[in-house]
Structures are given as C-alpha cells and as structure tokens.
C-alpha cells in the first residue's frame, strides 16, 4: 500500500511562512487550530478572500497542576478578529462549545447555533458581564444565510445530543462540507433522521472538500443503536427491582437521559438528578422543547431516605471525573448519598481516550463498597454517536468529495481514515495537524504552510500558555520541590543561613539532617563576595550548591530561591 506523509512532514517541506496568512480571492483553506491530533479542544477556520468563518469553540480536559480546562490557542485568529465573519457551533458538546465563555471576549464574533445549543450557551454564560451583549443567532436549518462571502446551510445530524447540525458551506471556489459529531442512526429516539435526500442533492451539484469525524473509524460496524439502548436499560431496570439505579451517562445525552426516565417510569421508581451540569442541560431541553412531559424529581435527601428499589438515580462521572457527582458518592464525600450492597450502577457511556485511569479508580471506589456495576461492553447501554466505517462509507458515497480531510481524533484515527478514504477511491486526502494551511482550491490542493498554534489552560480568573514559562515551572516545582534560603552575610562571609524546604522530606531527623548538610556547603563556599553588584552570581552560585547537595542526597532538583540580607 502507497504510505503518504502525514502533515508534520508534508509542511516541513514547505518554506511559505503564514504566520500573518491571509487568504487571497483565490484562497480556500482550512485551518484546524485544535481538534486534530486530539479528541476534543475543536476549533477550525475556514478562509477565502481576506474573510475567516470559525467552526466550534470547544474544551478539553486535562488534569495538570489546578489546570483542569484547555483551550485552543487562538492567538492567529484573534491578531485578525476584525476579519472573522461568525463562530458557527455544531453542537452543545462541551468540546465544541466550552471555550466560548474564554475565548469570546478575544474573538468578538457573531455566534450562529442550533436553538439547543444557543441555550445551553446563554445559561453556561448568564454570569458573564459581557453575556447580554453576545450576538449569539438561533440559525434556521435547511436555509442558506449569507455570512461575508460564505453562504451557510446547516442541517440536522444524528449524534448524541438534540438537534447537532452539520454545515454546508458554498463558496464561488467550491462547497465545502463538515458534518461536525455524527452517526446515521435510522431509528432515532430524539429528533428527526438524517436528511439523505438533502446530502445526495449537495453531492450531485458537487462537493469540493469533506471534513470528517475519525472518532469511531476502527470499528467496522455501528454497534448499537439508541432505540436499542433504551429496550436493554428498561429490561435491566425491571430485572434489579430491589437495587437502588444509578445510570451514569453524559450530562448532554438528553436521549440517555429521557431513556433513563422512561426505564423509572416503566418500574413506578422516582428520579433524583444529582449534578449541576445534568441539572442545566435538562433546563436547556425544558426551555427549547426537546423533552417534554418531565416528572417532578426528588431531591437528593429523599432519595437517600427512599427504599432502594423505589429510585433511579442519574448522575454525572461516567468517566470519573474528580468532582462529579458519582465520584463523590463513591469516595463518601456526598453529604448525603451513599452506596453499598443495595445499589446497581450503569455506565451508560463510552471511554473517553486518557479517561481510562480515572475510569478505573471509579470502579475500584465501587467495587470496595460492593456496588454491582455494568458496563456497555457487557450490556447494549451506551450507543456511540460516531461513525463507524460502514456509515463513513455511506457519508462518501452520498457526497463524493474531491477531498477528505480527517478531523476529530488523534494521529493513529485520522491517519486510519486517510488510508480508508485512500482505499475508497477518493482522490486528495489530507489529514492535517493543528496549526496546517490546506489548500482546497486548484488543482493540487495540500498543506501550503502552518499558523502559529498551541493550548492554552485556565489558570484560576486567567489564562496562560500551556507549554508557557508558568506551567513549565509548577511542573518542576511538583516534580522536584522547592528550597527557600534566606542568607545573612557580614565582611566576606556568610553568618547564618535560614532555610525552608517544601515537598522534598517529611518533617523528622532526615529533614533536619539535609538542612544542615545545605547549610555545611553554602559556610565552606570559597568564592562568595559581600559586593551587592555580585548578589546576582552569588545567588546563581548559591543555588547551584543547594541543587548540587540536594541532588547528591535525595536525587533531586529543586527549584532554589535565595534571598540576602546583609548584616
């Protein structure tokens, strides 16, 4: 099988520099700035005639030092704001609209969405002082709406969540097609089918370019179906009649949720949603219509005060994240839910890539409590909203692309899609890194260049780079510790040194022991000066002898700050 580079290679080629690109009358580019080489963080530009249009704006998450949200850098869009004609959201998954509330203040855009989606959005940012300023605008489907020089039709998709749209997207140098997260589910449970009719017509005027979900392309087959997903839930709620029910599932999952609820309904079990997140989607779905005819839920005390098989809970921390609601109970730190012997816990989910460790120390806090757990890999609980290869066949041969660009995923899913679409006789296929110029337009369309691009982390009220000075030292200052000395000196010598060491010993005769041993080599130091001109080198030298002292006791590297006081 032919082997193409992948685009790491491919740009490196390339000399064009396009830090400051902008596209020219006969430019279309795509410009995925994250959400490439990934999962999730998605956020990519679309170019022609000096104009941008964005597409997502989304989160990941990241468990690094306080830092637990990323964003896409959007420093090259942001130096061109004024050039940016619409944000358009595909749907109200965090990973495509959570970095709104961060970023929009830098990108001053107009905000085109499904009426889901715009709720969810106006709630997660009702606290925002900017927020009632937002140009935020509820798209009608199946139209097009002229943003600059791109005419914009969205359509309904199938995924995991109400009324997620793909977008199509004319241009006078050709149509472009992003079909956002999606699957072809032909018995939805939530919303209407995919309109093929619709795809097929837009494939017979002709499709430029595809960009394609790559998340599920190692599965041949779709696994289930979330009519399926909602017999095998209410089968296994009626079987458990004693347990007390937990569905852990993903607070956007509005079908898992309403199929949660009509398991409840079907046993007479009262429902307790326990979680903030799950609570505002559920209000979004109220306020917009997508769930209708909700029952009154009990609130957390009743449910716990409840008979076990009287309940249902749904709860977020299907991938056991630190302070969900699931994990809280299973560690004993909910104040007033807990779990044993009486409680039955469905995963109703799918990891997550890098999820898996967390995952697994959810199941341990349950198995401990001797909490029965299933999972989908051994019950049809959890239908995947990504397509598997077959359905991206069939997105192929509906549209017939001239190009395939692979996105949502890491490395190994879009370079699998590459050589899917390869094999499927599609002609260019392009699979980018965050940061790549493609060129779509003429006839060899590839990576022309590459934009400045990145993460950026929430740090507390602000947000700094993650591959930044700031994350790159409380990295060492975790891994390695931190020695404050503060060094008294007279005429050509040092009288007293005081010293504090922090996540490098216990508190004992060994802590004390190395702060004597400190103290020995700074006193038998040869080259100190009293010049305060030298505090400088002398603070350098300093803290290479702390360094070098700690590192031949303990192996270790401290990050070393050295105070002087002349006496």
Known sequence: MERRKYAKKATAKKKKNTINFIPSEQDLVFI??????????NMALIGHDQEWILIDCGITFHDTLGMEILTADPTFIVQQKNRLKGLFITHAHEDHIGAVEYLWPLLQ??????????????????????????????????????VGKFSVEPF????????????????????LVHTGDWTLDTTPVLGPKVDEKLLKHVGDEGVLAYFSDSTNIFMKKDASSEKRVRECMKELVQKNDTKRITVAC?????ARIETALLAAESTGRKVAVVGRSLKRMIAAAKETGVLTNLPKFIDEKTAASSPPGKVLLICTGSQGEERSALVKIASGEHPLLKMGTQDLVLFSSRVIPGNDKSIGKLHSLLARANVDIITSSEEDIHASGHPSRDTVQK?????????????HGEARHLIAQAHFAREHGIKHVIPPLNG?????????????????????????????????HVVKQRTHLSEEGSVFATILFGKDAISEVILRLIGLMEPGNLYENLKKQIIDALHEWSHFSEDLQEHKENSDAAAQRIVQTVYSKIGKRPVVEVHWVKI
């Open 32 to 41: 995925p700035l994250g959400g490439t080489d990934e999962v999730g963080m």
């Open 109 to 146: 855009c107009p905000i085109y969405a499904a009426p889901f989606a715009a709720e969810v959005l106006r709630q997660k940012l009702q606290e925002k002082s900017w927020s009632e300023n937002l140009p935020l605008v509820e798209i009608p489907i199946k139209q097009q709406t002229q």
């Open 250 to 254: 993903f607070s956007s999952n509005i």
């Open 395 to 407: 997105m192929y041969e509906l549209l017939r692309p001239k190009i395939v660009i692979p996105v």
């Open 436 to 468: 790549a110029v493609v060129q779509l337009a003429g006839d060899k369309p590839g990576l022309v260049g590459r934009v400045p691009s990145g993460k950026w982390a929430v740090d507390g009220k602000r947000m700094v780079a993650f591959e930044g």
């Open 156 to 175: 309904f998709i199938t995924h995991s969540i109400p009324e997620a749209m793909g977008y199509i997207i004319r241009t006078p140098l050709g149509t």
